[in-house]
């Protein structure tokens, strides 16, 4: 059974740090893409941050540039992003995404979200 699941969410305080994980089971994350999105309430879910499957190249939206990074270790079957100087603004649920082909049929796999508050 296919599975992605995040985990790693909680409370912290403004300009703290916290790590995000996104464990898959099911199928192996080395040929897919890994992003990481995140919805806050009343708003649209927006990309945060991307881990290609070939090359890894990654990339980030401006307003988390040089705070996050996203990564992936293959041999755990788990991607990762890394939260530094988080901002009230943050705050949202975080969904790990995985694209790629398997079976030669395109894949496009979801978590159920991990909730991320950032407050004093």
């Known amino acids: 059974q296919v599975q992605v699941v995040e985990s790693g969410g909680g409370l912290v305080q403004p300009g703290g740090s916290l790590r995000l994980s996104c464990a898959a089971s099911?199928?192996?994350?080395?040929?897919?893409?890994v992003s990481w999105y995140r919805q806050a309430p009343g708003k649209e879910r927006e990309l945060v941050a991307s881990?290609?499957?070939?090359?890894?190249?990654?990339s980030y939206a401006d307003s988390v540039k040089g705070r996050f990074a996203i990564s992936k270790d293959n041999a755990k079957n788990t991607a990762y992003l890394q939260m530094n100087s988080l901002k009230p603004e943050d705050t949202a649920v975080y969904f790990c995404?995985?694209?790629?082909?398997?079976?030669?049929?395109?894949?496009?796999?979801w978590g159920q979200g991990t909730q991320v508050t950032v407050s004093s």
């Open positions: 881990l290609t499957s070939v090359f890894g190249s990654t």
């Open positions: 995404n995985a694209r790629g082909v398997r079976a030669g049929i395109p894949r496009d796999y």
């Open positions: 099911g199928f192996t994350f080395s040929g897919y893409a």
